[in-house]
């Protein structure tokens, strides 16, 4: 890649962008650029960046999924209920793999009707999303658990590193490593496997893709699996960080992860997207969360600022797309 | 009068048949779109599957690529019976289809367009972006053209498109070669490069089933012929019994006489209804003169790339222009599409389905949208009016549809053609550009949308042709124009040149590709 492309690159108008912004942040606030800052920036990424990474596989295909907050908090409240009556003691590990498999098969449960019988993402997964939850404050439980498991809490105490500077002590939570894991094995699954380009043949051409023998129902249930496994994933994480599991947290954080994609340069119909641009997404709009709460500005701004450096990106994406395409004929 | 066919003669004694359809039956609804067809061929033969649009031919193709289940017959692929093939076991057997719609994958670049399924049948897991780069370059080095690999290929041309397609086809160990209409976005010069490519596959055995409308093509490549005709194979026979008459002939079921258009001026008529003057266009086309006489069709040929598609839509108020000019002698600024078509304007567009039609929306909605505002009584539209003047089209320009409530999609490609030359005739437009009007069409109806053309000139509309095909520009035009990088270079009275003459005037020079 040759700069010039590097500098056309929509990773790099994000980067831009959050490079201008931490500028403007350092100025106004002198603990924007301390240690301290940056270890927490990171750990409110991960939610929403493990998120991102579900989201943008379901965006490559050509769909979309509105039910992964809703899989999320089922597995959470299902596994901090079971486990915390029942087998208080269970390591971190199954925990999370228990989460992972309820949510890998509320992935399935998506997939079925958007892979065999072609109902439409959006439709498919706004229901199944109110399914989900509807079972979970039926059956599972409406009230807010503390009693979570053990391993929870000692997992939200967990850190990597702790660095004491003058602000207090810097700590690098774990969770940021599992994080950079997920989106490092994204990045694998989606460059340098079959089965991560059959995704990009899918969002490019779902007819052409089964031409060329791929077969689309296997790789979409793929899709959604995955998106839903890490969904249950990020369920876990969420009751550990709070030490708590209630039922009506997460919910309505959808278009968050969702903005913080599209951000990141998939389009509406799929086909493209990559990881990096994801992750400049995800820090784009936790730094605006996180530093607008560090200025002292009222969170319904932060609300509106989100909203509104969504439509701004989005702009500068297609006025930049529209005019490379220019560019190229006027060669 | 039926015309017996020729006796068939007996085929040459040769090896296994690489593939046998036998009394391959498929329904659509209530349209049976193939009648128990049996066909089979042999390892290094080439067959040319012909038939006029909607006569079951893309669905054999499909059949055989795992695509489609027949309802009932079997396939003997490589002496194994097949109830079913899925599109795995077709190209792992050695089965590649080049598609019409070139099946490409917009959002990939070239090397993995045409890498990828090589990596399929291979059952590869994972990528190595070396690899895929050297099968794309061997690919293309057989096609002897080349193309940037890491190209996105929505950002190619059409014809680039199709290489794309065509190398795609060729980077595997292929028994079974089909192409659908592979020339269609091709230059001449292209088209040859394929020509020798095919005899080089010949050569090595692989069978090669080949799909046109083009007769000149079926006759320089093929061996054998079979014609559909309705869902029923009408002819399966060697070539060589055959003339480019008699070809169509057994296409259509009748024969179709092909009469040059005479052009007659009208009397008295001293102002040409169009006249361009010194019209540039920068990067497109420039310097460009010429002038139009009502009753006249004006033919413009060039290789793709040359600026004809820039020009003619210039003429039609797209894209920055300048120069003059004149209508009836009125000079008249042409500045948008609203322009064109206050001022009796009709443009029908090279790429009927994505600039001419809205392919979900009935026949109906088609065919009055460019005239709505005429239709309109206030802000209101009589629904059953514009029934009534979408069925009075369909009657009138032979339209096969069963109503003009039907969505445009379920149409063929000749029918397509026609509902969009219906929408601009409903404008009653003084002028018409006509931008390729059958390519991918087949000969019965591009014969009928030729005599509707030409009986529109002899009522006196003014008419410009752009097409690739030379022998419909000599047939349909009065005079020609070819042009070149841009500029106008010839113009010639189709009764004073054939064929031949104008290939060459278009292809002399042509080094170097275009458009790609």
């Known amino acids: ?331 | 009068m039926e015309r017996p066919a020729p006796s068939a003669d007996p085929r040459p004694a040769r090896g296994s048949c690489f593939l046998e359809l036998r009394e391959i039956d498929k329904r659509f609804g209530g349209v049976h779109a193939l009648d128990h067809v049996s066909f089979s061929i042999c390892e290094g033969e080439t067959y040319c599957l012909m038939g006029e649009n909607g006569s079951g031919k893309s669905t054999l193709i499909k059949v055989i690529s795992g695509v489609y289940t027949a309802d009932s017959g079997e396939m003997i692929l490589n002496g194994k019976s097949y109830r079913h093939i899925t599109p795995t076991q077709a190209i792992e057997a050695g089965i590649q289809i080049i598609y019409q719609d070139f099946s490409v994958f917009p959002n990939l670049t070239v090397a993995e367009n045409i890498a990828l399924s090589n990596l399929v049948i291979r059952r590869k897991k994972t990528i190595d972006r070396k690899e895929i780069n050297a099968i794309a370059k061997a690919a293309l080095d057989k096609l002897g053209v080349e193309l940037p690999l890491d190209r996105e290929v929505s950002r190619l041309s059409v014809a680039g498109k199709q290489i794309v397609a065509i190398a795609r086809g060729l980077a595997q160990d292929v028994k079974l070669l089909v192409m659908d209409e592979p020339t269609t976005a091709l230059t001449h010069k292209e088209i040859l490069a394929l020509y020798r490519i095919i005899d080089t596959l010949k050569a090595k055995g692989i069978a090669i089933i080949f799909v046109s409308h083009k007769l000149e093509e079926v006759f320089s490549i093929s061996q054998r012929i079979a014609i559909l005709r309705n869902g029923k194979k009408v002819l399966d026979d060697s070539i060589s019994n055959f003339d480019k008459n008699s070809l169509t002939y057994h296409m259509t079921g009748r024969e179709i006489p092909s009469v040059p258009y005479e052009y007659i001026p009208a009397p008295h008529e001293t102002t040409p209804i169009l006249q361009v003057e010194g019209l540039s266009q920068p990067g497109a086309f420039h310097d460009i003169s010429f002038s139009l006489h009502t009753h006249e069709i004006l033919g413009i040929t060039g290789q793709l790339g040359c600026g004809r598609t820039e020009l003619a839509k210039a003429l039609f108020g797209i894209g920055k222009n300048h120069g003059r000019i004149c209508l009836s002698g009125q000079e008249v600024s042409i500045r948008s599409v609203q322009d064109a078509h206050r001022l009796g304007i009709g443009y029908v567009p090279e790429d009927r389905l994505s600039e001419g039609l809205f392919l979900q929306r009935s026949l109906a909605d088609n065919m009055t949208a460019a005239d709505v505002d005429e239709l309109a009584h206030g802000i209101l539209l009589d629904r059953k009016e514009l029934l009534d003047v979408s069925r009075s089209w369909l009657n009138q320009l032979d339209i096969a549809a069963q109503g003009p409530e039907i969505p445009a999609s379920n149409l063929s490609g000749g029918n397509q053609q026609r509902i969009v030359l219906a929408k601009w005739l409903q404008t009653k437009p003084k002028l018409l550009i006509l931008n390729c009007p059958t390519v991918g069409v087949d000969v019965g109806s591009k014969n009928q949308i030729h005599e509707i053309v030409k009986q529109l000139a002899r009522e006196g509309m003014g008419i410009i042709v752009i097409s690739d095909d030379i022998g419909e520009i000599v047939t349909l035009c009065s005079r020609v124009m070819i042009m070149k990088d841009g500029r106008l270079v010839k113009q010639v009275n189709s009764a004073d040149t054939t064929v031949e003459a104008l290939e060459r005037d278009v292809i002399s020079d042509d080094d170097g590709r275009e458009g790609v």
């Open chain 1, 1 to 331: 890649m040759n700069l010039r492309k590097i500098v056309k690159s929509n990773e790099f108008f994000l980067f831009a962008v959050i490079a201008l912004m931490c500028i403007v942040f350092g100025l106004v606030s002198p603990s924007f650029f301390t240690v301290k800052n940056l270890f927490d920036v990171l750990k409110s990424m991960t939610e929403t960046g493990i998120l991102a990474m579900g989201s943008l596989v379901v965006m490559i295909s050509g769909g979309i999924d509105l039910s992964f907050m809703a899989i999320a908090v089922f597995a959470m409240h299902t596994v901090s209920r079971l486990f915390g009556l029942y087998w208080n003691s269970a390591p971190m590990a199954v925990l999370l793999l228990c989460g992972m498999i309820i949510g890998l098969l509320l992935g399935l449960f998506n997939s079925i009707f958007i892979a065999k019988f072609n109902l439409p993402p959006f439709i498919t997964t706004l229901g199944t999303s109110n399914i989900i939850k509807g079972f979970l404050l039926a059956f599972i439980g409406s009230k807010q658990f503390n009693k979570i498991p053990a391993a929870m809490i000692a997992f939200s105490k967990n850190n990597l590193l702790t660095i004491s500077t003058d602000e207090g002590n810097a700590n690098l939570h774990i969770g940021v490593l599992i994080f950079f894991a997920i989106a490092a094995a994204t990045s694998l699954l989606l460059n340098k496997t079959m089965l991560g380009r059959s995704i990009y043949c899918i969002g490019g051409s779902p007819s052409s893709s089964e031409r060329i023998g791929f077969r689309n129902l296997r790789i979409l249930m793929f899709v959604y699996a995955f998106a839903g496994a890490i969904a249950g994933s990020v369920g876990i994480m969420h009751a550990s960080f709070q030490r708590m599991s209630n039922p009506f947290d997460l919910v309505g954080g959808e278009l968050n992860v969702i903005a913080a994609v599209v951000l990141g340069g998939p389009r509406v119909g799929g086909g493209y997207g990559n990881v990096t641009g994801t992750l400049l997404g995800v820090l784009l709009i936790t730094l605006i969360n996180n530093s607008l709460v560090m200025l002292k500005i009222p969170t319904f701004w932060q609300s509106a600022a989100t909203g509104l450096i969504i439509i701004l990106g989005t702009v500068a994406q297609m006025y930049r797309y529209k005019h490379s395409v220019n560019a190229e004929k006027g060669a």
